[in-house]
């Protein structure tokens, strides 16, 4: 398992929700952004598990709505 760091969660997901990365803590959580809905939180799941080459069961994605949540698990 790789490690991945708070920014790159914060990129992932800025990336996925098409918002700036400076708007994005990690008290963010997917209620913040109308943009980070059921097709964006599988992918921010999808690109976390290819980067840290771990498996993501489909039970836990949908818990992992929050980048506190997201780095809590990976830790």
């Known amino acids: ?17 098409k918002v700036p990365e400076k708007d994005i803590n990690i008290n963010s959580k997917s209620g913040d952004f ?8 599988v992918n921010i799941i999808l690109e976390i598990e290819k980067k840290a ?6 039970s836990k994605m949908g818990e992992l709505t ?3 949540s997201i780095l809590n698990y990976l830790k």
């Open 1 to 17: 398992m790789s490690k991945i760091d708070l920014e790159q969660i914060i990129s992932i997901v800025s990336k996925n929700i």
């Open 34 to 41: 109308y943009q980070w809905d059921s097709l964006a939180q």
């Open 53 to 58: 080459k771990i498996e993501i069961g489909s």
């Open 66 to 68: 929050s980048i506190k």
